[in-house]
């Protein structure tokens, strides 16, 4: 007989989603992972409640952010690099995170077709993230997402972007290790440059290396990596046929070895909550203080204001703006 779900505890009184057993979920089981990771796409009581019902589980999984241009071939390569993980007997989490299309989305489907070597695998959970009518923004579903594959014993958590805007990049700040995944031919030289995604990369690789531009390719992304004076790996692959595979996840296990320590969950959600709250604080200032903002900056003409005077002060009314809106602290 299933046991009923446990009641969380908690000031609240909220309990956990109905059918969610914790200890089912720490020990890895598919069908309270997939409950768990629904329950935390949504911030309502039940998935504060799975927090708090995880939040003594989390910390061991090593997370790595795939990025790069649609089309560099990043699903084909998570696929290739699950098999190598795999054989290197780890258990992979994949998060595969759609920017732009809706939840029935062609994108979503295909990264499902691709990565569906794995279908038959327990010690591999893949789940595709859409990016609408996320609470709280699609970072910090994403980071919610990875705490619950991390609870579920997921030993790497793999986040698949597409790296062409500001949403992405935040996502890619979520990984302890950032692999930028360029591909000859995608019309510009290297388009990830132009995302302005190249620099948050710790790995460079050049997929589609059957590509017979993709040694010039490597060449380019090698002499960008140098500059900047931050060395980091340029690696070629060819995810298709499961070529310098090997390599990467080498590299990123000498990565991963040599960080001092990752990223921690409070870590991640401290980074989302800083873009946040400057996401919050700037809507407040284009919404609703665009006039004292004004009167602001006449006192300033005039000579009777600095800037950093005015500066706090409109901090102060936003602070004031923001308690008047919500009163409880919500
Ligand atoms: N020739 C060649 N084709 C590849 C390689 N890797 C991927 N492809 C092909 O490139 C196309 C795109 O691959 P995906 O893995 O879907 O690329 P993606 O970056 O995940 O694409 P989005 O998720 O849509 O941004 C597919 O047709 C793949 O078969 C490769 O190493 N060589
Ligand atoms: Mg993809």
Do not use: Y
């Amino acid at each position: 007989m299933a046991q009923p779900p446990k009641e969380a505890a908690s000031a609240t009184g909220a309990e956990l989603p109905a059918g969610l057993d914790p200890e089912r979920l720490f020990s890895g089981d598919r069908v309270a992972l997939a409950r768990a990771l629904t329950a935390a796409e949504n911030e309502t009581p039940a998935g504060l409640a799975l927090a708090r019902a995880i939040a003594g589980h989390l910390g061991n999984a090593l997370v790595l952010g795939f990025t790069g241009a649609p089309g560099a071939g990043k699903s084909t390569l998570v696929n290739a690099c699950i098999g190598e993980l795999r054989r290197r007997g780890r258990s992979v989490g994949v998060l595969a995170v759609d920017p732009s299309s809706p939840v029935t989305g062609g994108a979503i489907l295909g990264d499902r077709i691709r990565m569906s070597d794995h279908g038959g695998d327990e010690g591999v959970f893949i789940r595709s993230v859409a990016s609408r009518g996320h609470l709280g923004g699609l970072s910090a579903t994403t980071s919610r997402l990875i705490d619950v594959m991390d609870a579920a014993g997921k030993d790497v958590v793999i986040v698949e972007t597409v790296g062409t805007g500001q949403s992405e990049v935040e996502i890619a700040d979520l990984a302890d290790i950032r692999i930028i995944v360029n591909a000859p031919g995608l019309g510009d030289d290297i388009q990830a440059l132009k995302a302005g995604i190249l620099e948050i990369g710790d790995i460079l690789v050049v997929n589609k290396g059957d590509r017979p531009e993709a040694g010039e390719c490597a060449r380019q992304l090698s002499a960008m990596a140098a500059m900047g004076g931050r060395e980091r790996p340029v690696i070629v692959t060819t995810a298709t046929t499961g070529e310098g595979v090997d390599k990467l996840v080498d590299a990123i296990g000498e990565l991963a070895a040599k960080m001092h320590r990752r990223l921690s969950p409070a870590g991640r959600a401290a980074r989302i909550l800083r873009l946040d709250a400057q996401r919050r604080f700037r809507d407040l200032l284009n919404r609703s203080l665009s006039e004292e903002i004004e009167t602001l900056a006449r006192e300033i003409t005039a000579g009777r204001s600095g800037f950093a005077d005015a500066a706090k002060t409109v901090i102060r009314k936003a602070a004031e703006r923001l308690r008047a809106e919500s009163p409880h602290g919500k």
